[in-house]
């Protein structure tokens, strides 16, 4: 695992507006970095994150049977008790899921650490499944990578094809796409998988979440008051289970994507629970709840949020001693504690890998990279490839 440096190609600005790449660049920093390139080989990719990202997936497949029936872990992950018959009726009737993302702890060497499973509202997708295969393809072209070049990405193609198999499974005549107001990077992502699917064959139609209606038999509705049957938000379902139409959803018998289900695997609190279920396991880190372990009075630790995203509300806590690294506006649900695993450094940049699932199957890769020991909403995305 290498960090390359790279000429960055000369247009690449110009085909960004040209692809509708908007958030190249977020707040005067630039988001898209092709200055340099991560390199792997086959064999670290194979072995050290696909296979992992499959078998770790597997493990949080487990984790939800576990949770879905019982009552004190619904509590822990912090699951409204009026929302228990929503989640458990979807796993039980294994609402098909679009995609996840794992992010990773990896240096090229040793073996991956899960961190966290972005299961519901991964971001970064455009970019991981189109943008990065473009340059690759480009720069191979002009000679700047070698010929043999290749990249760790199914993910377009899988997405247009789990498009497809949900359409069919749903029998969907029409599907709604929606993202929050004034979120370019979300209505960006949103607007890719809109793309596919109409890739797939489905008819599609957008709208921003706070557009949706409610009607008065009970099914939510857009501006045009055509009903919302089937709907992929790029909105947290602890958002979604807490909000005025909470009460709503379980009747409404809308087609989430992603599904009710996915509640328990984008929490934190599956952390804990994974180092129960499979302890000592060479890609999960050691990890427990605050408020029922002693374990962070020695040795050092990071401190989460069960709800957090992007980086928000971290802390590092060394023999007992906390110290806040990030703020934000998660925490009063409560926290865990992870064993600290230091992301690794190139170039003074600490690394993260997000390994992409569709459809249950590992589909690629994306690399971010931070000055700060915190990657978060803002951390660069670079390009990889495997040489």
Not at 134 to 141: F, G, I, K, N, S
Not at 341 to 346: S, W
Not at 368 to 386: F, G, K, V, W
Request: net charge negative; charged share 20%.
């Amino acid at each position: 695992m290498l960090r390359i440096p790279v000429p960055p190609r000369g247009d690449w600005q110009q085909q960004a507006t040209e692809f509708g790449f908007h958030f190249h660049t977020m707040y005067g920093e630039p988001y898209w970095d092709e200055s340099a390139y991560y390199q792997f080989s086959l064999a670290q990719i194979e072995n050290h994150i696909e296979d992992p990202t499959a078998q770790l997936h597997q493990m949080c497949l487990e984790a939800v049977d576990r949770i879905i029936n019982d009552e004190q872990w619904l509590h822990r992950f912090c699951i409204p008790p009026e929302h228990w018959d929503l989640i458990y009726h979807s796993w039980q009737e294994r609402d098909p899921s679009l995609y996840s993302r794992l992010d990773l702890v990896y240096d090229g060497k040793n073996p991956a650490k899960l961190l966290e499973n972005n299961a519901d509202t991964p971001t970064s997708l455009y970019e991981s499944g189109f943008w990065q295969w473009l340059w690759l393809e480009q720069q191979v072209d002009k000679l700047v990578l070698p010929r043999h070049s290749d990249q760790f990405n199914s993910l377009q193609e899988k997405l247009i094809q789990r498009f497809v198999e949900i359409g069919q499974h749903y029998a969907i005549e029409q599907m709604h796409f929606t993202c929050c107001k004034d979120t370019e990077e979300d209505r960006g992502t949103v607007q890719y998988l809109q793309d596919c699917a109409q890739a797939a064959g489905l008819h599609t139609d957008f709208i921003y979440v706070e557009d949706i209606g409610l009607g008065d038999t009970g099914v939510f509705t857009d501006l045009r008051n055509n009903p919302v049957t089937d709907c992929f938000k790029l909105y947290p379902w602890e958002f979604m289970l807490r909000e005025s139409f909470g009460s709503a959803l379980y009747e409404a018998n809308t087609h989430w994507l992603e599904p009710p289900w996915k509640a328990l695997l984008s929490n934190k609190a599956l952390l804990p629970l994974l180092w129960e279920m499979f302890p000592n396991h060479p890609n999960l880190l050691p990890a427990y709840f605050a408020d029922s372990t002693t374990h962070y009075n020695t040795g050092k630790w990071i401190k989460k949020p069960i709800f957090s995203r992007e980086g928000a509300n971290i802390s590092m806590v060394e023999d007992g001693q906390e110290t806040r690294l990030s703020d934000g506006p998660y925490g009063e649900e409560g926290y865990i504690i992870q064993a600290y695993n230091p992301l690794p450094v190139f170039d003074n940049n600490h690394t993260l890998i997000g390994s992409w699932l569709v459809d249950d199957m590992p589909a690629g890769i994306s690399v971010r990279e931070d000055n700060a020991a915190i990657t978060q909403d803002l951390s660069r995305y670079l390009p990889h490839i495997i040489a």
